[in-house]
């Protein structure tokens, strides 16, 4: 199975917290080909991890342990380039959801995952927001679906 897991499934593999161990169940009952991840997703990662830090969810040396686990992973995963294409895209997408709320960085996700619709098989993201428009753009979301 193929799929693109935005930052916010991203770090539950690196940070335990709400969702990780159904993420955990996903990796282990697929057979996984293909993890396809948004470059920007390295940035939100070590931004997440740091946000962590101030907020005293981590200590400062498990945050280096987990951006190193993270940066050691990257053979793992297939980083999709944040081209013009994958820009212009972001920027349609404003003019569809801006108003329902989509964030700039969730629109290169949205449109990193819009770029892989007939690559990956299912998309994952923990932000509400961001899988309702993932569902509007009729990628699968769910096992159910894939």
Same mark, same amino acid.
């Given at each position: 199975?193929? $799929?693109?897991?935005?930052?916010?499934?991203? !770090?539950?593999?690196? #940070?335990?917290?709400? &969702?990780?161990?159904? =993420?955990?169940? =996903?990796? *282990? /009952?697929?057979?996984?080909?293909?993890?396809?991840?948004?470059?920007?997703?390295?940035?939100?990662? +070590?931004?997440? $991890?740091?946000?962590?830090?101030? +907020?005293?969810?981590? +200590?400062?040396?498990?945050?280096?342990?987990? $951006?190193?686990?993270?940066? /050691?992973?990257?053979?793992?995963?297939?980083?999709?380039? !944040?081209?013009?294409?994958? =820009?212009?895209?972001?920027?349609?997408?404003?003019?569809?959801? &801006?108003?329902? &709320?989509?964030?700039?960085?969730?629109? !290169?996700?949205?449109?990193?995952?819009? *770029?892989?619709?007939? #690559?990956?098989?299912?998309? $994952? +993201?923990?932000? !509400?927001?961001? /899988? *309702?428009?993932?569902?509007?753009?009729?990628?699968?979301?769910?096992?159910? /679906?894939?």
């Amino acid at each position: 199975m193929k $799929i693109f897991l935005d930052t916010s499934s991203l !770090i539950k593999l690196y #940070h335990q917290e709400s &969702g990780t161990d159904e =993420l955990e169940n =996903l990796f *282990s /009952n697929f057979k996984l080909t293909a993890i396809y991840l948004s470059e920007i997703s390295k940035i939100e990662f +070590t931004s997440t $991890i740091w946000k962590k830090v101030r +907020t005293k969810e981590l +200590t400062e040396n498990i945050a280096k342990i987990s $951006i190193d686990f993270f940066e /050691n992973d990257f053979n793992k995963f297939s980083f999709i380039s !944040i081209e013009n294409k994958i =820009l212009e895209k972001a920027k349609l997408l404003f003019s569809i959801y &801006g108003k329902s &709320g989509l964030r700039t960085l969730d629109a !290169i996700q949205l449109s990193t995952a819009v *770029s892989l619709k007939k #690559h990956s098989e299912l998309f $994952i +993201t923990s932000d !509400i927001l961001l /899988n *309702s428009f993932f569902e509007k753009e009729c990628l699968k979301t769910n096992i159910q /679906n894939a």
